[in-house]
Every structure is written in C-alpha cells, then in structure tokens.
C-alpha cells in the first residue's frame, strides 16, 4: 500500500513538472495590502500566432480577515487596431458556507479564477490588459497582490 501511494505522489509531481510555463505572467504587489482605484495591473504581450488558443487566469492573494464576500473587477482590453473592450465581473471569494474559496495559509489567502476558458487573439502585435478593482470602496484592505496568467492551450 505504502508503494502505491509513494508512487501515485510521484506521479503527480512528475505530471505537474511538465506543464509549460505561462506564456505570459505579471504580477501586481498592492503597498500596505491596499487596492485602490487608481493602482490597476496593467500587462501588455505580444501575439505572433492568431491560430494558438489560450486561457486566461487570475490569482487573488488577500487577508483571511478581507471584509467582502467578493471583488468586482473591470477588465479592459486593448488590441492592436486601437479598440478596446470593457467586462466587469465579480470574483467570489467566500463561498456560500462562509469558507474561503482557495488556499489559505497561516493569515493569507489564494484564490484562483479562470477568467477565459478558451480564446484566440485575432490580430497579431501587441495586446494590453488593464484590471482594476471596481467595488464600491476606492480602498480595498486586506488585498496582498493579484497575478494574470495567460496560458497557451497545448493540444497534442
């Protein structure tokens, strides 16, 4: 018994370390653990192929005493022909039983959202994503950093 879960373990590990990196990462550390208005995460990348598909993720690292049940985030999204396009979403951070959804650790929190399951950039050159947290409160206490992954989807 002891072998089959030594190596079931080694198995996941192995199958972990073999997943790429993110195309594309960056993260956003917020000073004091504020967020405010006026102190988005901005990203821009670059896309050379527009057959690739990719998904999109979203990492909320917050206090184990955050006020809010959720954050409201707007993302904007900026292409090479100059448009942009504007969602705002709410990212559930308790769930309905009052736990947090994600990680927690000693005092902090991480929680992981799948923004986009499966998209293609339509146009080659330079993207730029903006998110800014769009709650009722200009300050956000208790929000340590958050992080954008984009992921190339590999098909084999």
């Known amino acids: 018994m002891k072998h089959l879960v030594a190596s079931a373990l080694l198995f996941f590990i192995l199958l972990s370390a073999c997943q790429p990196p993110p195309f594309y990462q960056v993260n956003k550390a917020f000073t004091d653990q504020v967020w405010t208005y006026n102190d988005p995460l901005e990203s821009s990348f670059e896309i050379s192929d527009t057959t690739q598909l990719y998904y999109i993720d979203l990492d909320v ?21 100059g448009k942009t396009v504007d969602d705002t979403l709410p990212l559930e951070l308790k769930a309905k039983d009052s736990t947090w959804n994600g990680d ?3 005092d902090w929190c991480d929680a992981h959202f799948k923004l986009i399951d499966r998209t293609a950039f339509r146009a080659i050159g330079m993207h730029k994503i903006t998110i800014e947290q769009y709650g009722r409160q200009d300050s956000l206490r208790g929000v340590k950093s958050v992080q954008l992954l984009v992921n190339e989807i590999v098909v084999d």
């Open 104 to 106: 927690c650790s000693g």
């Open 61 to 81: 690292v917050h206090h184990r005493d955050f006020s809010f049940q959720n954050i409201y985030i707007k993302i904007t999204t900026s292409f090479p022909d």
